[in-house]
């Protein structure tokens, strides 16, 4: 305990949120999707949802980090969300995959970061829930860690993520604005042959259609053709600038909402989180490992382990539509948060991978929708 607190303790002294230089996709005016967006245009705009960054950069090799995303602010653990993984392509790491799909929930935060780092992921989630208070005899943890390779930009071989900087991102966890771009376990990611990283977006329903929230967190290191807001921007990145044009990759999507729905149907949700993907351009490739956890954190259908026996209030599957639409949206929005909030890196062996030229790419958008294409 003494351990886990050392860790809180420096995590709220070294913590801040530093606004970035870069505009997110809506500052740029360019909107996409019926819904609107929540306040932030975040995950955390589903109450109780908070999240974490530990970025790793020493300037030359290391371009890496660690990204959490704590469910609610109750013991996890002890009051397990509702939850479901769809797999768009496997060619990737996700820790705790089979445990969500036999059991349809979720018992730990959430950790992103790099390919080979997974297994500190692992042990960082089994030290932080073992010394959570309620937690003094359980024997078995399941803890979630999904990955993608950020091995472009960083010395993924050196392994540099360490349990203490899983953490850090953990305890370092709040509510409020989500730092995007090239951050925690975003630093060292490629998507669409440009710099990749942490984007977010969120939807809110109309009260007509129950006025709930959905999230989403994406890790995006994946490739394709790239299409903002309708528009096939890939072709003309490539007429302007030699940029890696390659298919593989992964993202992983993180989706999060208030609504009352079971496992059965945040699968249905997690299955659209790709229709959001496959409007930006990507195509889940052979070599692409990518991955959607859905979960609900809406209290009163978190799985208590001290009751006899759960009984949720659950959606109609005839109300679901609204929340699929929203999920696509939120979805394809975080992808492109990510792209337009972040920055050119150059990292091992003098690699540098320039980002989206934002100014180039709403002009053209832009241009686009007013000639009506």
């Given at each position: 305990?003494?351990?886990?607190?050392f860790f809180?303790?420096?995590?709220?002294?070294?913590?801040?949120?530093?606004?970035?230089?870069?505009?997110?996709?809506?500052?740029?005016?360019?909107?996409?999707?019926?819904?609107?967006?929540?306040?932030?245009?975040?995950?955390?705009?589903?109450?109780?949802?908070?999240v974490?960054?530990?970025?790793?950069?020493?300037?030359?090799?290391?371009?890496?980090?660690?990204?959490?995303?704590?469910?609610?602010?109750?013991?996890?653990?002890?009051?397990?969300?509702?939850?479901?993984?769809?797999?768009?392509?496997?060619?990737?790491?996700?820790?705790?995959?089979?445990?969500?799909?036999?059991?349809?929930?979720?018992?730990?935060?959430?950790?992103?970061?790099?390919?080979?780092?997974?297994?500190?992921?692992?042990?960082?989630?089994?030290?932080?829930?073992?010394?959570?208070?309620?937690?003094?005899?359980?024997?078995?943890?399941?803890?979630?860690?999904?990955?993608?390779?950020?091995?472009?930009?960083?010395?993924?071989?050196?392994?540099?993520?360490?349990?203490?900087?899983?953490?850090?991102?953990?305890?370092?966890?709040?509510?409020?604005?989500?730092?995007?771009?090239?951050?925690?376990?975003?630093?060292?990611?490629?998507?669409?042959?440009?710099?990749?990283?942490?984007?977010?977006?969120?939807?809110?329903?109309?009260?007509?259609?129950?006025?709930?929230?959905?999230?989403?967190?994406?890790?995006?290191?994946?490739?394709?053709?790239?299409?903002?807001?309708?528009?096939?921007?890939?072709?003309?990145?490539k007429?302007?600038?030699?940029v890696?044009?390659?298919?593989?990759?992964?993202?992983?999507?993180?989706?999060?909402?208030?609504?009352?729905?079971?496992?059965?149907?945040?699968?249905?949700?997690?299955?659209?989180?790709?229709?959001?993907?496959?409007?930006?351009?990507?195509?889940?490739?052979?070599?692409?490992?990518?991955?959607?956890?859905?979960?609900?954190?809406c209290?009163?259908?978190?799985?208590?382990?001290?009751?006899?026996?759960?009984?949720?209030?659950?959606?109609?599957?005839?109300?679901?539509?609204?929340?699929?639409?929203?999920?696509?949206?939120?979805?394809?929005?975080?992808?492109?948060?990510?792209l337009?909030?972040?920055?050119?890196?150059?990292?091992?062996?003098?690699?540098?991978?320039?980002?989206?030229?934002?100014?180039?790419?709403?002009?053209?958008?832009?241009?686009?929708?007013?000639?009506?294409?």
């Amino acid at each position: 305990m003494k351990r886990i607190l050392f860790f809180a303790l420096l995590a709220a002294i070294t913590v801040s949120f530093d606004a970035s230089a870069q505009k997110r996709m809506r500052d740029w005016g360019i909107t996409y999707g019926v819904f609107s967006p929540g306040p932030l245009n975040a995950i955390t705009d589903v109450a109780g949802v908070t999240v974490g960054h530990r970025t790793l950069d020493d300037g030359d090799r290391m371009h890496t980090g660690v990204t959490a995303i704590i469910p609610h602010q109750g013991n996890v653990f002890l009051k397990k969300c509702p939850a479901a993984v769809y797999v768009g392509n496997g060619y990737g790491k996700l820790a705790g995959v089979t445990q969500i799909q036999e059991l349809g929930t979720i018992e730990t935060p959430i950790i992103l970061t790099n390919t080979l780092n997974v297994a500190e992921g692992i042990r960082a989630l089994i030290s932080y829930t073992l010394t959570r208070p309620g937690c003094e005899t359980v024997g078995s943890v399941n803890a979630v860690v999904g990955e993608t390779n950020d091995g472009v930009l960083n010395d993924v071989r050196a392994r540099y993520v360490t349990e203490t900087n899983v953490l850090e991102a953990i305890f370092s966890a709040h509510s409020g604005p989500v730092e995007e771009g090239n951050v925690g376990a975003g630093r060292g990611t490629v998507a669409f042959g440009i710099k990749g990283g942490i984007g977010t977006s969120s939807r809110v329903l109309p009260e007509s259609m129950g006025g709930y929230t959905v999230g989403v967190l994406v890790q995006t290191n994946y490739g394709g053709s790239l299409k903002i807001a309708g528009v096939e921007i890939g072709e003309m990145m490539k007429k302007r600038a030699a940029v890696r044009q390659d298919v593989d990759g992964s993202c992983m999507i993180i989706v999060a909402t208030d609504a009352p729905v079971d496992a059965r149907n945040l699968e249905r949700i997690a299955e659209r989180a790709f229709m959001g993907l496959a409007v930006t351009g990507g195509i889940a490739a052979n070599g692409s490992g990518d991955y959607a956890i859905a979960f609900s954190n809406c209290p009163s259908n978190l799985v208590d382990a001290g009751t006899d026996f759960y009984t949720p209030t659950l959606l109609h599957n005839d109300d679901m539509s609204g929340l699929f639409a929203a999920t696509i949206e939120a979805t394809a929005e975080a992808i492109w948060n990510s792209l337009f909030m972040a920055e050119t890196l150059t990292g091992k062996d003098g690699r540098t991978v320039p980002s989206l030229d934002a100014e180039w790419a709403a002009g053209v958008i832009k241009a686009a929708r007013k000639a009506g294409k």
